[in-house]
């Protein structure tokens, strides 16, 4: 099947700093990616919609200046996660869908295994 | 305003028997509805997703039954294990209007299958 990943996949770091979280399409190429962010026991929550080459389309309540995605390729989108606080903390998930014209079936999305924040 | 509406919020089944998830969408727009299976500290993986233009589509043990007129789709899970236990989301999406294809998901059920 269709393989994103994301790195790194647990992250710790403290007030203040900031985290980078990549996802990657490994065996296709992604026109559309999408952020979500996870808390237990809970449903994803759309944060932002990544399409290659433009800038992201965030949800409503999210903000656009602590969450800063770069979707710079096909392959790749970023997530960075500014001057991060405890209240960050949480299980980020993208997601992607493929291209039209390949072989993956254009609607289906695709996710990867999730990056753990924790936020001291 | 909750678009997709999923129960129950948890379900106790024993091996062998049968897992009954139910999910009720308000737009009409929606016209591709998806179930995702996701284990604790993983991302979701899709299990199986239907088009409203069929009642029902088989995979496996696992099966989706839609009611267009009632707004409302199931997962059945036959003869559900216990490495089935999980928690399922049910989703929806419309495909137009420039919707990026963006799901709207339902708030998930924590299935248990007792061995």
């Known amino acids: 099947g269709a393989v994103v990943s994301q790195h790194p996949s647990r992250v710790i770091c403290k007030s203040g700093t900031s985290v980078k979280i990549e996802c990657r399409s490994l065996?296709?190429?992604?026109?559309?990616m999408f952020w979500y962010r996870q808390f237990p026991k809970q449903s994803l929550m759309l944060m932002a919609t990544?399409?290659?080459?433009?800038?992201?389309?965030?949800e409503q309540g999210v903000e656009k200046d602590k969450f800063l995605i770069n979707h710079a390729s096909l392959t790749l989108s970023t997530l960075t996660v500014t001057s991060a606080h405890p209240e960050d903390s949480s299980f980020y998930i993208c997601?992607?869908?493929?291209?039209?014209?390949?072989?993956?079936?254009?609607?289906?999305?695709?996710f990867g295994p999730g990056t753990r924040l924790l936020v001291l | 305003q909750q678009q997709v509406k999923q129960s129950p919020q948890s379900l106790i089944v024993q091996k062998g028997g049968i897992s009954i998830i139910n999910c009720a969408y308000e737009n009409t727009a929606f016209d591709y509805f998806p179930w995702y299976q996701q284990f604790p500290g993983k991302g979701p993986a899709l299990l199986i997703a239907i088009r409203p233009d069929v009642s029902e589509k088989k995979e496996g043990r696992f099966t989706i039954s839609f009611n267009k007129s009632a707004k409302q789709f199931s997962l059945h899970i036959m003869d559900s294990q216990p490495g089935d236990s999980a928690t399922y989301f049910c989703?929806?999406?419309?495909?137009?209007?420039?919707?990026?294809?963006?799901?709207?998901f339902g708030k998930g059920t924590l299935l248990t299958v007792n061995p």
């Open positions: 990544s399409n290659e080459g433009s800038k992201a389309t965030y």
């Open positions: 065996d296709f190429q992604a026109t559309t």
């Open positions: 989703a929806a999406r419309r495909s137009s209007g420039g919707s990026n294809y963006k799901l709207t």
């Open positions: 997601s992607a869908t493929a291209a039209s014209g390949g072989a993956r079936p254009q609607e289906t999305q695709y």
